[in-house]
């Protein structure tokens, strides 16, 4: 009887033991497995924090371009506008009295064009040097007059032209000139620079 009690207790004891062990082996993995599932947490998080480090913000706010349109600046003056008028002669033959592109004289080429701009002159090249005001030969701009003394030993004014260029110091006009018509000569031609008298500026 005492050999089958103590077989018992030994039994009872055994299988304490072995439910403990069980526990304790099953405690043990769960916690490896928590201890190994915070560890791979900490390393994702830790990923996750240096790939944001190394990512640079972009701005979807639209850029604005700072383009600036400027349309072409057209240059139209009263002067330009004599100038071309005076153009659509050129090539003229001269005539003596003429305001028409059948002929033209040199006074003539001056009132007509000037006309067309509504500002009237006189007729003859001597009266038109009366009008507007003088300037120096070195201040001339397109448009301005020109007068002449083409008389053999005269300085009476006989002839005018209008200034077409000017650039350093180089002046050109057009006029009407009594062998060729219509056309567009240099101040630096010796004729003409010996025949200047005066200039004149109208507009």
């Given at each position: ?67 600036i349109s400027e349309t072409p ?131």
């Open positions: 009887m005492k050999k089958i009690a103590l077989l018992l207790l030994l039994t009872i004891t055994f299988s304490s033991c072995k439910s403990s062990m069980e526990t304790m082996t099953s405690t043990s993995k769960t916690a490896s497995r928590l201890g190994s599932k915070k560890s791979t947490d900490k390393f994702a998080n830790n990923k996750i924090e240096s790939l944001n480090s190394e990512l640079t913000a972009v701005s979807l706010t639209p850029t604005h371009l700072n383009i600046k057209i240059i139209n003056t009263a002067a330009d506008r004599i100038v071309d008028y005076a153009f659509a002669f050129d090539g003229v033959k001269y005539k003596r009295g003429g305001t028409t592109k059948d002929g033209m004289d040199c006074s003539g080429l001056v009132v007509t064009t000037f006309d067309s701009e509504n500002i009237a002159l006189p007729r003859v090249s001597r009266d038109i040097a009366r009008t507007g005001s003088s300037i120096d030969l070195k201040q001339v701009t397109k448009g301005d007059l020109l007068f002449f003394a083409t008389r053999k030993n005269s300085r009476t004014i006989s002839h005018v032209g209008i200034v077409t260029t000017v650039r350093d110091g180089f002046v050109e006009f057009i006029h009407a000139s009594t062998t060729n018509g219509v056309i567009v000569s240099s101040m630096t031609e010796k004729y003409w620079h010996s025949a200047f008298i005066q200039a004149r500026r109208i507009i």
